[in-house]
């Protein structure tokens, strides 16, 4: 074992030791917190030999445990795409233990604290291992271990009827995918010879088709399911709001990217995709982003709004996969590269705005004790630095220019357009819908951020539990004020990414160095441009701010109360709130939404009060899974002449399965 | 070749607020009046840059930089759009991108600082703007996609320089359906009759104008240029897809520009003396129709 | 020559497009005889045809039946019966836009996909009819009141008639003149539905057939 391959050892090691020893604190929940602020963020930099090397030396890092496992053996690997989920998942998981010891500590039971950093480093353990494991059947028991850990920390307030329901909802959906990675994992190992080893995966070609097929579409389900495709992600806006901020900010900003992961580890493999793969996966994302994007414009519940919002992102990452996979189809390499690259960059890019819009709403959380929207308001001056960096998380979020997200869309967005120029006649559909689809997500993105931003922060404050409100301690701002500080680095000199980019496009796709080093080169030039760009804007605006300066201190600046039209007692509770501003969106999008509205119209010459409601339930909870389960629990039902309490017809049955399957086997030899 | 496109960006900046001052002056004609002069719009913005300011108390430092965030970012695409003849500025792959989402930018700021003073109106008119702004990014992106594919290239220098290359659409109707989703689009960025009212004086049927009730002094004298500025841009771009569909010397071209965008700025005086305003839950329709328009024209081409 | 054809075929999109997504039966009607006006241009633009005879019957005929027969017919079908001026569709406008646009783009690629063996003097000309006809026939699935059934079926058949002029090389004229009796036909016979309906419901509401059912 090599010196990186040992530290990395040593920090999963310590992941598992710190959380058991935070367990073992119980009662003196102040150590328990600690011990979890302390273990990731270390175990991150134990990590970090192994990153390095495996994003930046052509030779990945191996670690083989003398440990026996069925078909194949135990072994973890670094290579350059573990290494960028690697980079991600510890610095996410380190900023997210640090804001949680703080957050913890006003949250839940006492004694729930310890066992919650448990599960904390138990889901970055089985993250690790997910982005590591060289083996098929490693690799789903780190998955189990990390949707385990995952369902743990969600159900931490489990007294609660919604957080049961959450919890209930995620670990269904969560081992309906685990299901398809068997089949996946079975599959593969029974073209190997019955290996589970990757290395034996990469090395097989597979000349039949259909199999092929069946492999792509199990990855996309059982993926899928993880990252939240629609109709697959009807867990994230259940699980995100029950779960503590800073793990939602983990789960969101990176436990559902390991679907990805999958995906992309899996396409590796399977060399020679066809055409109908990149168009489902376009197709897929399309839906997704829109629909992901539609249902946040309709939540009151800040947290299930960023939920939607992360199955949105995961949209905009599949139209990326999908353009890529039509690349390796159609040998284009432009395509290849940013389609893959773009996807790849808003997996980073998404892991820190997302993660940092969570935190900030955990701050917002545990002032003000609810993240309805149409409570807030006015919170910026109370806030001031969570409202800030909320600001530029909103903004990054919408794609736009001058912060990370606008980097990772403009790759996508690249893709699309050299599709429609460069493909034949008549089949540029995709591409273009590609194209109109991230315009019109763009768009509803804006409108779905100005509206938190607007309706939280700005104005005035709703109701009068936000007067005492004030920023959190320094140990969850920080973590916020450096992902916020991410955010904007990376959009004004984006160019920084692009090395981080290429070693893993060479271990992803098939495309040489030399190409994908070419068609980077094709990105560069824009970037450079992007920060050219940044620096006029600073320019003309410093220019404005001088202009302006000497007007408003030779005049003077006044303050009195903000336009009313001639009214007469204006009143905080009178702002524009968000269910209004999203109004026009949602009634022209009705017949797909549904959104169920109780009106109580004010009666009478002096009418007193009114009431007004609106819901938007998920259409696929409510005309899908429910009716689904329904039938499922009916058929069940039917069987219930079979319980009939007593033990001897019990033993009865057991005997004639035996029976059967002794029978059933005989038969067949 | 540089030096041209600075000298154009300088006088676009100096003579952005003609536009509007000429689309007053073709309404008062229509009316009967005899008009304010064209050059009204700079008197109006020297006097308020010589004002001070009345914030409201709600509002936050958001609201006075957000005038100057989307005054820059509008400046910025105008670096990004090239002089008919002879380019852009600054010009790279994929500058039509950062060129429509820079609108983009300056749209977020000002429905921002709509929202920061917490009043129901200006919430009402950023509402609309959020909402009706999709359809024309829609659009804007759909015309994109068709010039880009027709002249092959992913740069809007090289995709307006195209003449040369011997791309030729403008002998095919699909250029006229691309023109008038344009425009559409153009009245609805640039809050123009049927979509909006620049001059009305009804809080309630506003969109961008009471987004910018609160505003005074230097604040508003940003935001009246820079509205002023906007349809300097639009007006240019449909400009630019007019002027490289048919060939012309390149001297030619930058005069050929200045009279197109005299004629759309008399369109849409016209349009405005002679058309009323869409009902708002009408407008939704007529841009879903522009972009039914914009598809049409890449399907024929395509 | 071609591009004139060409906007003319356009002209001929953009008002099935309006037909599909209009709400006002006055301008439906009036934009069907715009239509009808559009088509009987066809024949003389057509290069290969002008030279016949035959073409000049086609055009005024149809002129005279497509843009001013049948026109006056269903506005004066609409006044007996007295349909008020909105229209009623199963599905809201930006939904039976899309769906048009949709069928657009099919028949385009309909069109590429299936060469059809005719020469035309317009790359246009297949896919435009192809989509008039489709766009003729989902109006006939989306619309509740029976008279913009028979715009949708109206639409349809011009739909054919452009279908069917670019196969007058190939085919002879009897068949065009068929179709024109087909619709004549139809619509007569339409006319008496709608007053019977009428008659007996008391309202043009096609929903309302639905109670005729076992």
């Known amino acids: ?669 | ?302 | 020559m071609q591009t004139l054809i060409d906007i003319v075929l356009l002209l001929v999109l953009l008002s099935d497009l309006y037909l599909l997504s209009s709400s006002r039966l006055g301008a439906s009607i009036k934009v069907l005889a715009f239509q009808g006006v559009m088509l009987s241009l066809l024949p003389f633009l057509s290069t290969d045809m002008v030279r016949s005879p035959h073409a000049f019957v086609i055009a005024i005929s149809s002129c005279a039946i497509k843009a001013i027969l049948i026109p006056r017919l269903l506005s004066r079908a609409a006044r007996e019966v007295h349909i008020g001026l909105e229209i009623d569709s199963y599905i809201p406008y930006g939904a039976s836009l899309l769906a048009g646009m949709g069928v657009v783009l099919l028949s385009f690629w309909v069109a590429r996909k299936f060469q059809l063996p005719v020469t035309v003097s317009s790359r246009l000309w297949i896919p435009v009819s192809l989509a008039a006809v489709m766009i003729g026939l989902l109006m006939l699935i989306i619309r509740k009141k029976a008279i913009s059934q028979v715009i949708g079926y109206l639409a349809m058949e011009n739909g054919i008639y452009v279908l069917g002029l670019s196969l007058a090389a190939q085919m002879p004229f009897l068949v065009e003149l068929g179709v024109l009796l087909d619709i004549f036909a139809g619509v007569f016979i339409m006319g008496i539905i709608l007053n019977h309906i009428k008659y007996y419901f008391d309202d043009l509401d096609v929903e309302n057939l639905t109670v005729l059912k076992d």
């Open chain 1, 1 to 669: 074992m090599t010196l990186p391959a040992l530290f990395f050892f040593f920090a999963l090691l310590l992941l598992l030791v710190s959380g058991i020893a935070a367990v073992a604190c119980r009662a003196r929940e102040t150590a328990a917190r600690r011990i979890g602020a302390v273990s990731t963020p270390l175990a991150g930099l134990m990590a970090a030999p192994a990153v390095v090397q495996g994003l930046f030396f052509a030779e990945p890092v191996f670690i083989d445990l003398p440990l026996s496992l069925p078909y194949g053996s135990f072994t973890l690997a670094v290579d350059a795409l573990s290494a960028f989920f690697l980079l991600i998942i510890f610095t996410i998981a380190s900023l997210a233990a640090i804001y949680g010891a703080e957050y913890l500590g006003r949250e839940g039971a006492v004694t729930a604290r310890g066992v919650s950093y448990f599960w904390f480093n138990l889901l970055v353990l089985g993250m690790t291992l997910v982005a590591t494991a060289a083996n098929g059947l490693l690799f789903i028991i780190a998955w189990e271990i990390m949707s385990l850990s995952a369902f743990f920390l969600v159900t931490f307030e489990g007294e609660k009827p919604q957080t049961q329901k959450a919890g209930l909802i995620y670990i269904i959906a969560a081992h309906i995918g685990v299901v398809f990675l068997f089949l996946l994992f079975w599959l593969f190992a029974t073209n190997t010879g019955g290996s589970m080893d990757f290395t034996h995966f990469s090395r097989i070609i597979l000349a039949d088709q259909k199999t092929q097929s069946l492999l792509f579409l199990l990855s996309l389900i059982g993926f899928g399911a993880k990252a939240g495709f629609v109709p697959l992600h009807v867990w994230l806006p259940e699980a995100h709001p029950a779960a503590p901020s800073h793990v939602s900010a983990l789960m969101s900003g990176v436990m559902i990217k390991m679907g990805l992961y999958g995906m992309l580890r899996t396409l590796s493999w399977l060399t020679m995709p066809l055409y109908w793969w990149g168009a489902v996966l376009v197709a897929v994302g399309l839906i997704t982003g829109l629909l992901g994007v539609l249902y946040a414009l309709a939540q009151h519940d800040l947290k299930r709004l960023l939920a939607y919002h992360s199955v949105e992102n995961i949209g905009i990452m599949a139209i990326g996969l999908g353009l890529g996979v039509l690349g390796l189809n159609l040998h284009q390499n432009t395509l290849i590269v940013f389609g893959f690259g773009g996807c790849l960059l808003h997996v980073l890019n998404h892991s820190i705005f997302k993660s940092l819009l969570f935190m900030a709403a955990g701050a917002v959380k545990q002032e003000l004790h609810t993240l309805e929207i149409d409570q807030l308001g006015g919170l910026r001056k109370r806030m001031p630095v969570t409202a800030a960096a909320f600001l530029i998380g909103a903004a990054a979020i919408s794609g736009l220019p001058l912060l990370n997200g606008f980097v990772s869309e403009l790759m996508i967005y690249f893709a699309s357009f050299s599709a429609v120029v460069s493909m034949a006649k008549g089949v540029t559909a995709l591409p273009l819908m590609s194209l109109l689809g991230l315009a019109a997500i763009g768009g509803l993105a804006v409108a779905c951020f100005t509206k938190a931003v607007g309706v939280i922060f700005l104005g005035e404050g709703r109701t009068p539990a936000g007067a005492a409100a004030a920023d959190p301690a320094a140990s969850m701002r920080i973590p916020v004020v450096i992902l916020a500080a991410l955010c904007v680095v990376l959009g004004l000199a984006p160019i920084l990414v692009l090395p981080l980019l290429k070693p893993v496009l060479a271990a992803v796709t098939p495309v040489t160095w030399e190409t994908t080093n070419a068609e980077l080169k094709k990105i560069a030039q824009p970037l450079i441009y992007l920060s050219l760009i940044a620096g006029i804007m600073a320019g003309v605006f410093m220019l404005l701010w001088r202009l302006r300066r000497r007007p408003l201190a030779v005049q003077g600046i006044q303050r009195s109360g903000t336009w009313d039209c001639g009214y007469l007692e204006p009143d905080s509770r009178m702002q524009y709130t968000a269910s209004s501003f999203v109004q026009p969106v949602i009634d022209q999008t009705n017949w797909l939404l549904r959104t169920r509205t109780v009106k109580e119209m004010p009666q009478g010459y002096f009418p007193d009060t009114g009431k007004f409601v609106s819901h938007t339930p998920d259409l696929f909870i409510e005309k899908g899974y429910r009716p689904l389960f329904a039938a499922i629990a009916w058929l069940f039902h039917q069987l219930q002449w079979m319980q009939r309490g007593r033990i001897s017809l019990y033993i009865l049955y057991i005997a004639v399965a035996l029976l059967a399957l002794l029978f059933w086997f005989g038969g067949l030899r």
């Open chain 2, 1 to 302: 070749m540089k030096l041209s496109a600075l000298l154009f960006v300088i006088v676009s900046l100096l003579a952005a607020p003609l536009l509007s001052g000429w689309i007053v002056r073709v309404k008062a004609l229509f009316a009967g009046r005899k008009g304010s002069p064209v050059l009204q719009p700079y008197h109006d913005l020297f006097r308020l840059l010589r004002k001070g300011a009345v914030y409201s108390k709600s509002t936050s430092p958001l609201f006075y930089i957000a005038p100057m965030v989307t005054l820059s970012a509008l400046i910025a695409a105008l670096c990004l759009l090239p002089l008919p003849g002879f380019g852009a500025l600054l010009s790279f792959q994929a500058d039509l991108i950062l060129f429509a989402y820079l609108f983009a930018l300056g749209r977020f700021f000002t429905i921002l600082a709509a929202l920061d003073t917490g009043s129901a109106f200006e919430g009402m008119g950023a509402s609309r703007e959020a909402f009706f702004s999709v359809f024309a990014e829609l659009i804007f992106f759909l015309s994109l996609a068709t010039l880009a594919r027709f002249t092959n290239s992913l740069s809007l220098s090289s995709i307006f320089e195209s003449h040369a290359a011997g791309v030729n659409y403008a002998d095919s109707p699909a250029l006229a359906l691309l023109l008038v989703s344009l425009f559409a689009a153009l009245l609805t960025e640039n809050c123009r009759i049927p979509v909006d009212d620049p001059t009305t004086h009804l809080e309630l049927t506003m969109i961008h104008e009471v987004m910018v009730l609160d505003h005074s002094g230097p604040d508003l004298a940003y935001i009246l240029y820079g509205a002023a500025l906007k349809l300097w841009i639009w007006s240019m771009f449909i400009a630019l897809v007019i002027i490289s569909s048919f060939p012309s010397p390149r001297w030619l071209q930058p005069v050929i520009a200045v009279a197109v965008l005299f004629l759309i700025a008399t369109a849409v005086g016209v349009l405005e003396s002679t058309l009323a305003r869409l009902r708002l839950t009408a407008v939704p329709r007529m841009l879903m129709a522009a972009g039914a328009l914009g598809l049409l024209s890449y399907i024929i081409l395509g």
